[in-house]
């Protein structure tokens, strides 16, 4: 089983930055590639940024540029980061963190809760 608990999310000015952190804990063989996903209000879940073990990071077309994830592994723990800045109204939504896992030799994909950003003046 893995625990994915994220933060850091709030209400923040348009042109404002924020930083969220993913916290994926528990006893796992391996992590696979993480992302950030985000669901707006009555909007389908939308794939954000990824970063695979080595540190390969990919984005979506939307937030490319102001945007960073990042990740940092600990023992039992893996930590992934975005790096939100020049934050837009489009951009409200609850972010969530994905972390597919091999945990006792079997494939699972766990989510967290989400946290909720909203960019408004």
Not at 26 to 51: C, E, H, N
Not at 67 to 75: D, G, I, L, Q
Not at 87 to 116: H, I, M
Request: with cysteine; proline share 3%; charged share 20%.
């Amino acid at each position: 089983q893995v625990q994915v608990v994220e933060s850091g999310g709030g209400l923040v000015q348009p042109g404002g930055s924020l930083r969220l952190s993913c916290a994926a804990s528990g006893s796992f063989d391996t992590i696979y590639v993480m992302g950030w996903f985000r669901q707006g209000p009555g909007k389908q879940r939308d794939l954000v940024a990824m970063i695979t073990g080595d540190g390969r990071t990919d984005y979506s077309d939307s937030v490319k540029g102001r945007f960073t994830v990042s990740r940092m592994n600990a023992k039992n723990t893996v930590y992934m980061y975005l790096q939100m800045n020049s934050l837009r109204p489009e951009d409200t939504a609850v972010y969530l963190c994905n972390v597919p896992a091999r945990v006792r030799g079997t494939f699972q994909s766990d989510w967290g809760r989400g946290t909720q950003v909203t960019v408004s003046s």
